[in-house]
């Protein structure tokens, strides 16, 4: 029962730097997210996929991009990373918002620091 | 002007008290509601729904006030394990874009 499951839960990078998050589910759910969560901002949608081989901007997503190449994976990527980018990222599932099942599973998060 | 606000609190209650506080959203045409608990440094997990007349699941109750623009939780008979960050998700009508509150943070002591 792993739910939705992120790799890797902290890392620590030096600007410029790139790295990929990784978000795997298991519950077929349609759609994925990708959120960071900054103290006092709540949390701010970066991108999301209605399904596989789709992906759409969320209201935070400079400086990230993203690939859904499979239905039960989310990869978040930061091609060059900058100390703005600290924080800590979220990946979440549902199914569609239109199905009456939206509500949202999370992963455990992932610390990311830019140094 | 956001499009969900929260009194980010924090609310420090004894146990046994009752705690309350309110969700403010700027879209009229929102159709979903929920609250989220969060923990320290923890993922946020589903609380509950909250419906158009009003639930109550155990010691809390949820209400939504759709002529005011807001939604409500209410716990009764608070326990220490209450102690949390309480987030506020709005669904939008059109797109069902989520929206999430900055979180209302409650503290209850022994």
């Known amino acids: 029962n792993a739910g939705v499951t992120q790799t890797p839960k902290f890392r620590v990078l030096k600007t410029g730097q790139s790295m990929t998050l990784l978000c795997a589910q298991d519950m077929n759910h349609e759609y994925m997210y990708w959120y960071r969560q900054d103290p006092g901002m709540g949390l701010r949608l970066i991108h999301y996929s209605v399904g596989e081989g789709t992906t759409a901007k969320g209201e935070v997503p400079d400086g990230y991009n993203v690939s859904r190449l499979k239905k039960q994976n989310f990869l978040l990527g930061l091609e060059s990373a900058a100390p703005s980018q600290t924080s800590v990222y979220f990946c979440?599932?549902?199914?569609?918002?239109?199905?009456?099942?939206?509500?949202?599973?999370f992963g455990a998060g992932s610390r990311l620091t830019v140094l | 002007r956001k499009e969900v606000e929260q009194d980010p609190g924090p609310f420090n209650v004894p146990e046994g008290a009752t705690v309350a506080f309110n969700c403010t959203y700027s879209n009229s045409a929102s159709q979903s509601f929920f609250w989220y608990r969060q923990d320290c440094r923890k993922e946020p997990k589903l609380l509950m729904s909250v419906y158009s007349s009003g639930n109550e699941d155990g010691r809390f109750t949820a209400q939504l006030n759709r002529a005011s623009q807001y939604i409500s939780l209410l716990i009764r008979d608070s326990k220490l394990s209450d102690s949390a960050t309480y987030l506020c998700v709005v669904i939008g009508s059109n797109d069902y874009k989520l929206s999430f509150g900055a979180g209302t943070t409650v503290t209850v002591r022994a």
């Open positions: 979440a599932s549902s199914q569609a918002p239109d199905s009456g099942a939206n509500v949202l599973t």
